[in-house]
């Protein structure tokens, strides 16, 4: 399968810059993946496709402040640096600009020697591995002097940093929000739980992979990054349970689909796990958990549109997303909800 028989124009003033006011109101596109029926919808209209029985799961993950300003040791020249993930307990895969600055052995200062740290390897792909040196808490002193991490394609200044974060964010690790999370509220949650939907949560650390366009022709030789999850044996028992009962499971976002589909054994059966997963779901996979999708509106040629056409088929996704700019959808991560049922 091509990488280009996923491209679709998108107009620029079409993604969103920042967030909408009040989280639950931003639009919905409801999308049948059976019929291709498309409806227009509120976000917080989304609790009348739920039924009693069904179990609604989400991502919890928290985004951390991942980017870094410091500069070199030696020649005092800026250098920015974005924690991709942890290695180990004070060793971190980082993005690193300008990387010609960053050889190994080169030294950072960060905060006035707050923080400083060592680059110790250059991967493979141009990232590389530093190690940290400070005194005190770690994630302390990278509140204190790192800054959030927001998408290339989001240019103005973020006022309140929780914007970036989803009300039930509790796991920290993320250089990326869930973002198909952000229109949740309090009041949704409620409505759910008043239905007798079931709500659980897992844990996928999102990678900054998520954002990087497939460089290759043919979408079965790209290569996915790893991002660490974990799914619990009381998430598993529900999702159990749930499946007996011939109720769904909706899956908000890419990332819970995707740490569903790497605990499945098989059609609707599922096990308690952690570790890294770099599953790549793009058409012809078969689902064995998630029943319907809750996700946002994706980059062209990203892993995240061809996992969202392999859910809902390639022409009825490109069909929906067609309709989408045709009605001024709002677009990424600050932008409007979609479900696919």
């Given at each position: ?242 499946k007996k009962n011939n109720k769904r499971i909706f899956a908000v ?44 509106f994706h980059l062209p040629e990203s892993t995240l549109i061809m ?21 001024k959808y709002r677009f990424f991560s600050f932008g409007d909800g979609?479900?696919?049922?």
């Amino acid at each position: 399968m091509n990488t280009e028989d996923f491209y679709f124009e998108l107009p620029e003033e079409l993604i969103a810059q920042t967030p909408i006011e009040k989280r639950d109101t931003s639009r919905l596109l409801v999308l049948d993946k059976e019929t291709g029926n498309i409806e227009h919808k509120v976000f917080k209209n989304i609790v009348d496709y739920f039924q009693e029985g069904d179990t609604l799961i989400l991502n919890n993950t928290r985004v951390i402040p991942a980017r870094l300003l410091g500069s070199k040791a030696d020649t005092q020249g800026n250098v920015e640096i974005l924690l991709l993930k942890r290695i180990d307990k004070d060793v971190w895969e980082i993005l690193v600009k300008p990387g010609k600055r960053a050889k190994v052995g080169t030294e950072i200062i960060f905060g006035e020697g707050i923080l400083t740290g060592k680059i110790i390897d250059i991967l493979e792909d141009g990232n590389r591995l530093i190690k940290f040196i400070y005194d005190g808490i770690f994630e302390e002193i990278l509140d204190q002097l790192g800054t959030m991490p927001l998408p290339p394609y989001i240019k103005e200044q973020l006022e309140d940093k929780e914007r970036y974060q989803t009300i039930y964010s509790k796991i920290e690790g993320s250089a990326a929000a869930p973002t198909a999370g952000l229109h949740f509220t309090q009041e949704v949650f409620q409505k759910l739980l008043d239905k007798g939907v079931n709500i659980d949560f897992i844990t996928l650390h999102v990678g900054l992979g998520t954002f990087r366009p497939v460089k290759v022709d043919k979408i079965e030789e790209h290569k996915m990054h790893a991002e660490y999850y974990e799914i619990s044996q009381q998430t598993v028992d529900l999702i159990h349970e749930t499946k007996k009962n011939n109720k769904r499971i909706f899956a908000v976002g890419t990332t819970t689909v995707r740490t569903l589909e790497t605990a499945a054994l098989d059609i609707n059966q599922i096990r308690a796990s952690s570790g890294w997963t770099d599953i790549f779901i793009y058409p012809g996979y078969t689902f064995k958990i998630v029943d319907a999708m809750i996700t946002n509106f994706h980059l062209p040629e990203s892993t995240l549109i061809m996992l969202v056409s392999a859910f809902a088929g390639r022409e009825k996704t490109l069909k929906a997303y067609k309709e989408a700019i045709k009605n001024k959808y709002r677009f990424f991560s600050f932008g409007d909800g979609m479900l696919i049922k």
